[in-house]
């Protein structure tokens, strides 16, 4: 379950995307596990779907969830060896 500070300096994207990346690490959400959709998520979290639609884009990019087209984003099987780039965000998260 994600929960929004909304007093929080750090955006709503950053937030959502920052405890997705916690829970896959953690293990509670295993490679291809599917994520909520983004406007289902985003109506629960009372949110603009683009704000989820931009963390599930951030999480992409960072190598953490694969995004399908029609059928949503699920969680990445994680590579043999993380880029450089993905390490030195993790390091710096």
Not at 15 to 40: F, K, N
Request: one cysteine or more; aromatic letters at 4%.
């Amino acid at each position: 379950m994600l929960v929004l500070d909304r007093d929080a300096r750090e955006a709503a994207y950053e937030q959502i995307a920052s405890q997705i990346r916690e829970a896959i690490a953690t293990g509670t959400l295993p490679p291809g596990c599917p994520l909520p959709g983004v406007r289902t998520l985003a109506s629960d979290l009372g949110v603009n779907f683009n704000t989820v639609a931009r963390a599930y884009r951030l999480l992409e990019e960072q190598g953490f969830v694969t995004i399908r087209d029609r059928s949503g984003a699920e969680v990445a099987t994680p590579a043999a060896r993380a880029s450089r780039q993905a390490r030195a965000a993790l390091e710096r998260e």
